[in-house]
């Protein structure tokens, strides 16, 4: 192949959006209730295609019915290693009275394929399978690897991503392509994040008799407040970031009683709130624990009867990927040749698997890939064909540029 420009008429247009059709028809939604899972399905099914494709393939449970798949499509010579990630999973479809199209029927509409995972992100998955496998029919020879991780849980603790980098398939990696709806915007941000269970202790008590007991939920309510002034100086302090906006600090789910049933007229005894914390550069989550444990001890000098207590169950960083990173400049040469036009940068406003893979092992990080970034987990989610096809191209143009061919 004497021009790069070539590998595109390799991509399987009609391939692709049947592979993509195939797999969002299988409802590879993960149910906590349910601890056999159900990713295995959708990892079976890309598996086998990729098997028949003639990739090296390694299929390993992360946990009961949560397998990962790991695939490579090797090169004529040892070199640089780029990997490709998107993940099986995706969220429930919620409400179905409101989706006008079955969330697991992959309709084909105004070209637009609609179901769950469409654009967040079977469709992109797709794409990166069909882009390797464009690279393979052409017969390049290219040096190097192209590896493609395709792992559970991203929508959850991401155990996939953690699992595929604890046993190793990462150490080679040289520069990763994650593989999300971003309108084919070159993300080289990602927001941190910081999930927060706090608990507020009490005492029971009748509703009647409140002071015969002590009441966790104005104490909770006095957290909150201070809460919502730190985001506002945290807001005022770094301003609006060019690619990530501005940080967050959001209670999502409050309980009280934390556990058991709720009555008007008992005063509980234990109160619940989870905090989901987004981060951007300037912030580390150390000091912003700190912050939180300043706002406990002294909403305790000032009452005798405050308990709070707070664990971080999670912890994502921020991440930043220099303009100058090869694999940065791979993606945009192969966007530019793809579309014609120069490529566009942004951030990612939450965390994704690439998140670990930057954090945990330094390596350089693009998100990137076809759908609208604002659709994601609602109702009538899709993908346009035509976007989803220029992402095909774009991956498959990237892999050779990173590889040197």
């Not at 409400?95 to 697991?104: G, V």
């Not at 991440?319 to 530019?336: C, D, L, M, N, R």
Request: charge should be negative; proline fraction near 5%.
């Amino acid at each position: 192949m004497t021009d790069l420009k070539e590998l595109m008429n390799y991509v399987d247009e009609e391939g692709l959006v049947r592979f993509a059709r195939d797999l969002i028809k299988i409802r590879s939604v993960y149910d906590p209730l349910r601890p056999e899972g159900n990713e295995e399905k959708a990892a079976t099914f890309v598996a086998d295609f990729l098997k028949e494709e003639g990739f090296e393939v390694h299929v390993e449970e992360v946990v009961s019915g949560r397998p990962n798949v790991i695939a490579f499509l090797r090169g004529k010579q040892p070199g640089k290693t780029l990997l490709f990630e998107g993940h099986t999973d995706v969220v429930t479809p919620g409400d179905l009275s409101t989706w006008n199209f079955d969330p697991f029927g992959a309709e084909i509409a105004e070209g637009r394929i609609y179901g769950r995972g469409a654009c967040d992100t079977k469709g992109n998955l797709a794409a990166a399978i069909f882009a390797a496998k464009a690279v393979k029919d052409a017969g390049i020879g290219f040096d190097g690897t192209i590896l493609l991780c395709i792992p559970c849980d991203e929508e959850d603790m991401m155990i996939g991503i953690k699992d595929f980098i604890a046993k190793g398939w990462a150490d080679n990696v040289d520069g990763a392509v994650i593989c999300e709806p971003e309108e084919n915007q070159l993300c080289i941000f990602q927001k941190g994040a910081m999930r927060v269970i706090v608990r507020v202790y009490g005492k029971q008590s009748h509703g009647a008799m409140p002071l015969s007991g002590i009441n966790p939920n104005w104490r909770l309510a006095k957290i909150i407040c201070e809460l919502e002034l730190l985001e506002r100086s945290e807001k005022e302090r770094l301003g609006n970031h060019e690619y990530l906006g501005l940080p967050s600090i959001t209670p999502t789910v409050i309980r009280s009683p934390s556990i058991g049933e709720p009555q008007l007229n008992v005063v509980p005894g234990e109160a619940y709130m989870a905090l989901d914390l987004r981060t951007v550069p300037g912030q580390t989550h150390e000091e912003l624990k700190s912050e939180i444990q300043r706002i406990f001890d002294r909403l305790a000098t000032e009452d005798p009867d405050f308990k709070a207590t707070m664990e971080v169950i999670e912890e994502r960083p921020w991440t930043e990927t220099s303009k100058e990173e090869p694999v940065v400049k791979a993606i945009a040469k192969a966007y530019e040749t793809v579309t014609g036009r120069e490529a566009v940068y942004n951030g990612v406003p939450g965390a994704t698997d690439g998140t670990f893979l930057h954090a945990w092992k330094q390596i350089p990080v693009v998100v990137t890939g076809a759908g609208n970034r604002l659709i994601p987990h609602q109702s009538d989610e899709y993908v346009e064909i035509a976007e989803l096809i220029e992402t095909t191209k774009m991956y498959a143009l990237t892999a050779m540029n990173f590889l040197g061919f």
